[in-house]
């Protein structure tokens, strides 16, 4: 019996409530703010505070909720990684590494459409 490789495996529950989570703030967040700026003003409030708060896992559903395919974030998909790649070096080393190799997992299929 061979187990599919980690990021194939199915969710448990309570990942599926956090990202859910995330999504729900997301959505809060395009919901509640009319202006593009505004928007970005509170992704990056939202990016910083997790930061402050050394909250991997919330970065890395955030980071998920960014890259999902056809996400309604994608617009801002670019500028709030660019955000958390700015934050990162508040982080400790092993957070970083982590939260460094999920996004690049995450980017790996995206790459061309993020090319400048």
Same mark, same amino acid.
């Given at each position: 019996? &061979? ?9 448990? +529950?309570? *990942?599926?409530? %956090? /990202?859910?989570? =995330? @999504? ?21 409030? &939202? ?9 991997? +896992?919330? *970065?890395?559903? %955030? /980071?998920?909720? =960014? @890259? ?49």
């Amino acid at each position: 019996f &061979l187990r599919p490789p980690p990021h194939r495996r199915p969710a448990c +529950p309570r *990942l599926l409530a %956090l /990202v859910a989570a =995330m @999504l729900q703030t997301l959505a809060g967040i395009v919901g509640a703010t009319a202006d593009a700026s505004g928007r970005m003003d509170k992704f990056t409030e &939202l990016v910083k505070m997790l930061v402050g708060e050394h909250d991997v +896992p919330g *970065l890395k559903d %955030l /980071v998920d909720c =960014m @890259l999902a395919e056809e996400s309604q974030f994608a617009l801002f998909a670019r500028p709030v990684l660019q955000q958390v790649a700015d934050q990162m070096g508040q982080l400790k080393n092993p957070e970083v590494r982590e939260l460094g190799l999920h996004t690049l997992e995450k980017l790996r299929g995206r790459v061309v459409s993020f090319e400048e």
